[in-house]
């Protein structure tokens, strides 16, 4: 819908103050900022009303186009970058067959065993291991992590491996690492505060 909405825009944009007859052709200035409302009379089957909102800035190289309230909005900025940039807010909603969950970005250490103790960067680390087989496939993870406050404490994340080992073949080939830092157990509640006003009732 926005790249409609976009299209419609830039027509608006088209026009130049030429003059034609004895009147000069209505002109928007290089900013302006209007509310609208596309009407689909055809579209879906009882028509489509979207309703939008646009800030407008030439000499800025930048637009800004929202709508359903301001839960969708897309930043068009030309001077970011060398060839200018979109900035997209889109949520989504999820359904009851696939509901939104939060996603975690340490592994779920289930069936992980302590393999040793050892210094990485630094700092020295417990390693917890968990070997899974599928096929030829044998997949080793590793992760580092310490517990600053004793052995019942929180943990902190220091590094995480994953290799990928072909038992057919005797060779390893896949591997990939991350590289943890700055953990932390306190999250601000303000941090999962979507930009946007009234979110709940505009999502599609
Ligand atoms: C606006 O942005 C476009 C795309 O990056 C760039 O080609 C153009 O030179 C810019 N115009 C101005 C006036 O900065
Ligand atoms: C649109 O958002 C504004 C600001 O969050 C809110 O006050 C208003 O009620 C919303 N309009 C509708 C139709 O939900």
Redesign the pocket.
């Known amino acids: 819908m926005w790249h409609l909405l976009a299209g419609f825009v830039l027509l608006l944009c088209a026009a130049d103050a030429a003059p034609v007859g004895d009147r000069t052709v209505p002109d928007f200035g290089k900013k302006y900022h209007v509310k609208g409302e596309l009407n689909l009379p055809y579209s879906g089957d009882s028509g489509i009303k979207e309703p939008f909102e646009v800030w407008y800035d030439l000499e800025g190289n930048r637009s800004r186009i929202d709508y359903r309230?301001?839960t969708v909005r897309t930043f068009l900025i030309g001077n970011d970058l060398d060839y200018g940039v979109i900035y997209q807010i889109t949520p989504l909603k999820g359904t009851k067959e696939d509901p939104i969950r939060p996603q975690a970005a340490l592994p779920d250490l289930q069936g992980f065993e302590f393999e040793k103790m050892e210094d990485y960067t630094g700092v020295q680390c417990e390693v917890w291991k968990k070997v899974t087989q599928a096929g030829h496939k044998k997949n080793t993870y590793r992760l580092w992590v310490k517990r600053p406050e004793g052995s019942d404490s929180p943990a902190v994340s220091y590094h995480f491996e994953m290799e990928g080992f072909n038992t057919l073949l005797e060779s390893y080939n896949d591997k990939y690492m991350i590289d943890y830092s700055d953990f932390s157990s306190q999250t601000k509640s303000d941090i999962f505060t979507p930009p946007g006003?009234?979110w709940r009732?505009?999502i599609q």
Do not use: M
């Open positions: 309230n301001s006003g009234n009732t505009h």
